[in-house]
């Protein structure tokens, strides 16, 4: 809105200062323009539950109840509906948890605001607060909306969360205040003149809808799923063409039969539980981090954190402390720094929180200096003369100090010669330098002598330089991005190790608000760069978009508005502590404590989530591969090999049945879902994702697993087990392939041999080991199969723990190749 006076606005938005808005007034007011808060995308339970019971998995999984109902196998149908059922329960459960620890976070967060209503001031959620409200605003508070002042003496606010700028500014009556500045000094009436989207970083809100970057682990997973999918398909094809020629009679029952056994067999050997296993394993991963004071909003980016190979950070407020403090003490010669700074200390508000001040005050090393000292007039800062006076009295004499711009003050003090020059000259050494300057002097009131120079910087968190370190060790190119001015970004980036090419936003994207084209010399020069100083939103947003066009996948920390579409774009986004509204809403990981020390942790347990992963989908494709190739292989050239133990006459050689499959599907997944808690390993460097790499290993494990089945079938066939019928043949398989895929499992979890650290966690192991009691009290007891022997059980026991030497040793090999 253009600055208008405050009598024509009072009228234009049809509000009062002495009473303010009705109750009725501002309810009217409130239906009509929404919350003062950013949209938020509602989604519905239905919504939420949908894609557990809508796609291909779930598809043919419901196609298999349809025919087990058909056919009426109701055991098969009740097993299968619960294979469905599970999955889309956990899968459900973990994401609600995730939402839900969010939503409490926000909630924990919401701001109040004091406000006239009915000629009564009340504190009410900021949510609420309309256009023409009229609202006190002071000392500590944050800016619930855009406002214009209309009484009160002046407001020093912090603006940072919105251009970046360091320090504070001062705002006068008639001045417009920001939604998310905060109020360091002052007291003062404003009229609200814009709420929620229609604020000054509400209308940031288009880049940030617009922004947003693509899961690539996420992605790379459904492609695996999908290749699983394809090649289950055609398999599944050979088996029904060649059981519909060669088995006869062939009736409609027969028919339905084999392709519901081969609906069953797709529903075994493709990933069914992967979008659960995934989804429990990064909430999971979620939950620990929440303990870590660190929540995670945006599920699908955890797992790119793992694989950042770039930190984009803002500086203020995340890499520093957002307050200044004295960088410096420069007095004239015969003046000691106690004595100058005691006189800074006179010379402030002994009742404000001025950022200055309280900066002068910290810096004086002893309050004992200040003995003898009386006060007897103050005269508070004044933004037109930029200086603050004070009358002191000593010993019976009275004296004046003044403190302000270091250019009013040597002016004041009409200085000359060689210590002008050698006092301007440290001013713009400072300056130079990125530090602000302040001057103090002394006198009558009349003359007055220059005593000497504060510097003044906001200082580095305490964390912020061993966590650039750490992850520079880690391989992450970090990269600073600050609206202050490039000196100032220098001076910081120099400070922490992270270089001193900073350029300036302008000099990469050039100026004026036209679509910027990414370039070659563009990315040139991004990549390269230490950090960026004087950017505005859409600079940093640019930023991203070229380092991503680079190939790189890139974080971004910030906690201002001007973050918000940064963050959006991000791989990952991270809303550090105190982070506005917007910038968690845009992020995908919000810190609740100072400091950024959290962000390394953060990254250690997205590498684990990354291994968990990659454990199960090394695992996945493998036990895929062996389970449709072996059965394929037996169904087709099982009468080349089985002699002893044959199938019935018109039945085919297909070395499983339906609750088999299905049983196998259940014994599976139950365990599988407990990898979400495992002891992973933690890479050196970013965690990047091999597609070639990740099929080789998988393939050959498969294959080589595929032979170890096969192999166990002749053993079997040849009379070497008390196994008399095709019918304990199957069980003995069912067993196998059972013992043998979770054993497997411990394989790939590892990068190394299975028995080195580190080992299982105890969840994972016992679930396994509970899984394993209960297969083999189903197939000694003949639980929905036939019945086996206790010492056959025994055999394929230690059959499996003897094969897991040579499937380690060759996937060790495997995995240590590039």
Same mark, same amino acid.
């Given at each position: ?93 973990? =994401? ?86 905060? +109020? ?8 609200? !003149? +814009? ?52 088995? /006869? ?10 392709? &519901? ?80 700074? $005691? ?28 003995? #003898? ?20 009295? &000593?010993?019976?004499? &009275? ?37 602000? +300057?302040? #001057? ?12 000497? !120079? ?12 061993? !966590? ?24 910081? +980036?120099?400070?922490? #190790? ?15 608000? &036209? ?38 996948? *890139?974080?971004?920390? #910030? =906690? ?11 791989? *990952? ?6 982070? !506005? ?10 810190? $609740? ?18 291994? /968990? ?43 499983? $049945? ?62 070497? $087990? ?97």
């Amino acid at each position: 809105m253009n600055k208008i006076s405050n009598d024509d606005l009072l009228k234009k938005l049809g509000t009062n200062e002495k009473t303010g808005l009705s109750t009725s007034e501002a309810q009217e007011r409130l239906a009509k323009d929404g919350k003062n808060a950013l949209a938020e995308k509602k989604v519905t339970l239905l919504q939420k539950l949908m894609p557990y019971f809508w796609g291909p998995i779930p598809w043919m999984i419901e196609a298999a109840m349809l025919l087990s109902l058909i056919t009426m196998d109701i055991k098969d149908f009740v097993i299968i509906s619960l294979l469905l059922f599970l999955n889309a329960f956990i899968g459900w459960k973990q =994401d609600k948890s995730a939402q839900d620890a969010l939503a409490a976070l926000k909630n924990d967060l919401a701001l109040k605001a004091n406000v006239l209503r009915d000629s009564k001031w009340e504190e009410i959620p900021a949510t609420n607060l309309v256009v023409g409200d009229i609202v006190n605003i002071v000392l500590g508070n944050v800016v619930p909306a855009d406002a214009q002042i209309l009484s009160g003496s002046y407001l020093t606010v912090d603006q940072a969360a919105l251009t970046g700028e360091s320090l504070p500014v001062t705002k006068n009556i008639q001045d417009v205040v920001y939604s998310g500045s905060i +109020a360091k000094e002052g007291n003062v009436i404003v009229v609200v !003149t +814009a709420t929620g989207a229609n604020t000054y970083f509400g209308k940031t809100a288009k880049l940030v809808a617009e922004a947003g970057a693509k899961s690539q682990l996420t992605a790379e997973v459904t492609s695996v799923g999908n290749f699983l999918i394809i090649g289950a398909v055609i398999l599944s094809i050979i088996l029904v063409v060649f059981q519909l020629i060669l088995i /006869r009679p062939l009736d409609q029952a027969t028919i339905l039969r084999i392709i &519901k056994t081969v609906l069953v067999l797709m529903v075994a050997t493709i990933p069914v539980a992967m979008p659960a296993v995934i989804s429990v394993t990064i909430a999971l991963g979620a939950l620990q981090l929440s303990k870590k004071k660190a929540i995670v909003s945006k599920l699908n980016s955890i797992e790119a954190l793992a694989s950042v190979n770039v930190l984009c950070s803002d500086k203020t407020g995340t890499l520093t402390q957002n307050k200044l403090s004295v960088a410096g003490v420069f007095p004239v010669e015969g003046v000691t720094s106690q004595l100058m700074t $005691t006189y800074g200390v006179l010379a402030s508000d002994p009742k404000g929180d001025d950022v200055i001040d309280l900066a002068i005050k910290n810096f004086l090393k002893s309050d004992t200096s200040l003995a #003898g000292y009386k006060v007897d007039k103050f005269t508070p800062f004044n933004p037109v003369i930029k200086r603050v006076e004070v009358i002191v009295e &000593k010993d019976g004499k &009275k004296f004046h100090i003044v403190k302000g711009a270091p250019q009013v003050i040597v002016a004041m003090c009409k200085l000359t010669g060689d210590t002008l020059k050698n006092i301007q000259g440290k001013i713009n050494e400072l300056a130079a330098h990125g530090f602000k +300057a302040l #001057g103090v002097a002394t006198g009558d009131g009349e003359t007055w002598t220059y005593v000497g !120079t504060f510097s003044l910087a906001d200082p580095l968190r305490p964390d912020s330089k061993s !966590t650039v370190h750490a992850l520079q060790a880690e391989g992450i190119d970090v990269k600073m991005i600050t609206g202050d001015s490039q000196n100032i970004a220098k001076e910081v +980036a120099i400070e922490l #190790g992270i270089g001193d090419n900073i350029l300036l936003a302008t000099d990469v994207f050039g100026t004026g608000n &036209k679509k910027i084209v990414i370039t070659p010399s563009m990315q040139k020069l991004v990549e390269g760069a230490s950090g960026f100083a004087e950017v505005f939103p859409q600079h940093k947003y640019e930023i991203v978009k070229v380092l991503q066009s680079k190939g790189y996948i *890139c974080a971004m920390t #910030g =906690d201002g508005v001007n973050d918000a579409p940064a963050l959006k774009q991000a791989d *990952c986004g991270i809303a550090v502590s105190g982070a !506005t509204d917007a910038a968690r809403a845009a992020a995908a990981l919000i810190l $609740t404590n100072p400091g950024l020390s959290v962000i390394e942790n953060a990254i250690n347990e997205a590498k684990k989530i990354f291994a /968990r992963m990659m454990s199960y989908i090394y695992y996945r494709i493998a036990m895929t591969i062996n389970i449709m190739i072996f059965s394929v292989v037996v169904t087709l050239v099982g009468k080349y090999f089985i002699h002893r133990v044959i199938p019935g006459v018109n039945e085919s050689f297909f070395p499983l $049945t339906a609750i088999m499959l299905v049983s196998l599907a259940l014994l599976d997944d139950i365990p599988i879902m407990t990898i979400a808690y495992d002891n992973a390993e933690i890479s050196s460097g970013p965690a990047v994702w091999n597609k070639k790499k990740t099929f080789t290993v998988s393939s050959v494990l498969g294959l080589v697993s595929v032979i170890q089945s096969i192999a166990l079938v002749i053993w079997v066939d040849k009379d070497w $087990t008390q196994v008399a019928s095709f019918g304990q043949l199957q069980t003995l398989v069912f067993l196998q392939l059972v013992v043998g895929g979770h054993l497997l499992l411990f394989i790939t979890r590892r990068s190394s041999w299975f028995f080195t650290r580190p080992f299982p966690e105890w969840k994972l192991f016992w679930a396994i080991v509970v899984t394993q009691i209960f297969v083999v009290f189903m197939t000694y007891f003949g639980w929905l199969v036939d019945a086996i022997s206790l010492s056959d059980i025994l055999y394929v026991w230690c059959y499996n723990l003897l094969w897991m030497f040579p499937l380690s040793f060759i996937s060790t090999i495997m995995k240590k190749m590039k």
